[in-house]
Structure formats: structure tokens, C-alpha cells
């Protein structure tokens, strides 16, 4: 199943959301272009709709993790989701930013895929193989998240990467560029955050 999660970024979300439930963390209702299935938080930030129908679910506002974690364990467990889209992981708090980044790597440790939509930018959190859909010429950074990462990805790339050890304290993932067509990225040990740039039609 996959499940869209939509973050409260302070920003209206611009990219299409296609997914079998969409769940909105306390604010990301007010900036989710389509009503969504569940709303989930403490609402501290939001005041719950009188006209919403569907599920909510609330937290005490006193806990130990952010509603976007807590969004991520209900979309496993109570739905059973196998992939997670997320919405608004950019934007707002920069610690909201680092933690969403985070939430992203949490998804694959409980065995779902890891995606953001982000206005002109896809970032995939990958462990193991991926094909990353890309144009000619679109920006393409891969870099390790939660420490080293052995990176094999050289076809397609202008900058080939031949089981490279990547490292939290360098930048050599950083700005390759796509020669077109799909690119296999293979995270062979560790963990990393892939940015895809995209490439707009005028």
C-alpha cells in the first residue's frame, strides 16, 4: 500500500499527491491540496475541522517523538503501507527539516520505501538498489546519511561512481549530472539521501 504523508511545512504543497491514504500531521491540513483520509497529531498547530469525516488521530501533546514519526509507525502498522510518499519535508524549521530527513530513514528500516515530493525536487532515502527516473542535464546529489556509504551508480551519470565510499565529512556525492534515462543507484553498505532536481518543461 502506499500511503502519502503531508508534514506541516508552512507551505501550500504544490505537487500532485497519488497514493491509497493520505494522512496529514496536525497543521499539513491546512497546506495539503487534496482531504485527506486521516488527520494525525497533538493539534497543536491546528484546530481539528468540524467538517472533517474521516479518521483522527490524536496524541497527547506531551511525548517523545513528532507527529511526522508518529505518522510513520501508524502507516506501517495500523495500515500496513509498503511505501511512503512524503509531502512538505522541506520548508519551515531547519531541525524540522533534519528530523524529517530522518523519519525518511526510519520508513526503511520498517521495510517501506522512502520517497519525497518536494517542489521541482524528488529525494529518496536508499539502502540496497534503485532506478531514479531522470532527464538529460537534471542535478542528481547522492550523499551518505547516518554515516559512510558504499555507492555503486555508473551508468547514465556524467560522474560515474564505482563502489565509492562516500563520508559525512566529505562532498564528493554532491551536483553529478544525468545523462538521461533511468539511473541504478546501488547503497551497497550505510545509507544514503539522493536529490533529484527536476528538469521542468517550459
Known amino acids: 500500500m502506499k500511503v502519502a504523508i503531508v508534514l506541516n511545512c508552512g507551505a501550500q504543497i504544490v505537487r500532485r499527491i497519488n497514493a491509497d ?30 467538517d472533517f469525516d474521516g479518521e483522527v488521530v490524536q496524541h497527547d501533546a506531551v511525548k517523545d517523538a513528532g507527529d511526522g514519526e508518529l505518522a510513520v509507525y501508524y502507516a506501517k502498522n495500523a495500515l500496513g503501507a509498503d511505501e511512503l510518499v512524503f509531502y512538505g519535508v522541506l520548508g519551515g524549521r531547519y531541525d524540522h527539516t533534519l528530523c524529517n530527513f530522518a523519519i525518511m530513514r526510519l520508513a526503511t528500516d520498517l521495510g517501506m520505501s522512502a520517497k519525497a515530493e518536494e517542489d521541482g525536487l524528488d529525494i529518496y532515502y536508499l539502502r540496497g538498489k534503485a532506478q531514479i527516473p531522470t532527464q538529460k542535464g537534471e542535478t542528481l546529489s547522492i550523499l551518505p546519511y547516518g554515516g559512510n556509504a558504499i555507492v555503486d551508480c555508473s551508468d547514465n551519470l556524467f560522474y560515474p561512481l564505482n563502489d565509492l565510499l562516500l563520508t559525512p565529512s566529505d562532498s564528493r556525492g554532491l551536483s553529478n549530472v544525468s545523462l538521461g534515462g533511468k539511473v541504478t543507484v546501488d547503497v551497497k553498505a550505510g545509507g544514503a539521501l539522493v536529490f533529484r532536481y527536476l528538469r521542468l518543461p517550459c
Open 21 to 50: 491514504k493520505v494522512i496529514c500531521c496536525d497543521g499539513g491540513y491546512l497546506y495539503s491540496p487534496v482531504k485527506p483520509d486521516i488527520l494525525l497529531g497533538d493539534f497543536d498547530s491546528l484546530t481539528l475541522p468540524e
